[in-house]
């Protein structure tokens, strides 16, 4: 399966198209190294204000993101030619909202989680790896970083109970 485009996409174009400028994290994707990483630190802030929402709304908007998201990084692949390229990352955009949504709020979550959602989002686990390589289009490109931000999130909340 292509996973990058046979040359790199310019910054002007994605940067003006709006689903592009969604699903590349507002520039963050075109960082030349990690743009998964650079995702998920467009995440933080977004997820912290979540948080001081009130738990039902907190989880529609989630629940949104995901659901809005399939559409977002599937527009994307396509108008790119490519079926998961690495510049998209509002998948991690929403995986990490899942994570930090299960966990304890604090600071320390904030950074747990990031640690934990990029490793499992690295290493990709089963089902993880599987869910990366088998299911295609936005729900493929969505799913894999969900299930990362559920694994992430039900550890540190284990951990964070256990410490506590």
């Not at 292509?2 to 963050?28: K, Q």
């Not at 600071?107 to 990709?124: A, E, N, P, Q, Y």
């Amino acid at each position: 399966m292509n996973t990058e485009p046979t040359r790199r996409p310019r910054a002007a174009d994605i940067l003006r198209d709006p689903v592009h400028l969604l699903a590349f994290g507002f520039g963050a994707g075109l960082a030349p190294r990690a743009p998964g990483t650079f995702g998920t630190l467009v995440a933080v802030p977004i997820a912290y204000g979540l948080a001081l929402l009130p738990p039902w709304w907190r989880g529609g908007v989630i629940v949104a993101l995901c659901i809005v998201g399939i559409w977002i990084c599937g527009q994307s692949a396509r108008r790119l030619g490519v079926h998961d390229y690495s510049g998209i990352v509002f998948d991690e955009i929403a995986g990490y909202q899942v994570a930090f949504a299960i966990a304890p709020f604090s600071l320390l979550s904030l950074g747990t989680c990031f640690v934990l959602f990029r490793f499992f989002d690295i290493v990709k686990p089963s089902p993880i790896g599987w869910l990366d390589r088998h299911v295609g289009g936005g729900i493929g490109i969505m799913l894999d970083d969900i299930v990362a931000g559920i694994y992430a999130g039900v550890i540190w909340l284990a951990i964070a109970q256990w410490i506590h």
